[in-house]
């Protein structure tokens, strides 16, 4: 199963960071917001590369651009093979994708905490990470699904009381977590 989240993830990784990328690149057109290439630079105090202050890195940018997406889908793939299916992982996906771009961001001290980020900037990186992690589940759950239910699936199946799709719970049963 593991080896399937492996390569299953990294596609699904792949399809969210196209996706996000391509709407934040919709965004910036319509916004005027310039690239960021925050992500360059954290990627160079990583691994100790030299920085380039007044030159933009394209290619390191896009490596820990598409590489971060890439290596997270790996997660919500697992997560998808264990049963956690549906908006709701993809909503707790979307927490870990921002967890991950700060603990990075905020270790390396080439960002800082959201909390004092100017409110617009904030609400557009919370808006294009939360499309990734809802297009990478997307493909992450399509394809785990062809494996069919997964373990919490299964024991959610076995439980009275609990139903086992991802949607809503059928009419007139209770929630439950």
């Known amino acids: ?5 492996l390569w299953e993830g990294l596609a699904a990784g792949t399809a969210g960071v196209l996706v996000m990328t391509a709407g934040e690149k919709i965004e910036q057109r319509v916004t005027g917001r310039p690239d960021s290439h925050v992500p360059a630079r954290v990627l160079e105090r990583l691994t ?8 933009q890195p394209v290619p390191v940018n896009w490596a820990m651009h598409f590489g971060q997406g890439m290596l997270l889908g790996v997660l919500r793939s697992v997560m998808a093979h264990a049963g956690l299916r549906g908006p709701w992982a993809s909503a ?3 927490v870990v994708r921002l967890t991950n771009d700060q603990i990075l961001e905020n270790l390396t001290g080439v960002g800082a905490p959201p909390q004092t980020w100017p409110r617009a900037e904030l609400a557009v990186d919370l808006l294009h990470k939360t499309v990734y992690a809802f297009a990478t589940g997307a493909v992450a759950d399509a394809l785990a699904a062809r494996s069919g239910p997964g373990p919490g699936q299964r024991h959610a199946m076995r439980r009275p009381g609990r139903h086992s799709g991802v949607g809503p719970p059928a009419r007139g049963a209770a929630l439950r977590g």
């Open 1 to 5: 199963m593991l080896r399937r989240a």
């Open 48 to 55: 100790g590369m030299r920085e380039h202050p007044r030159r």
């Open 92 to 94: 707790k996906f979307a």
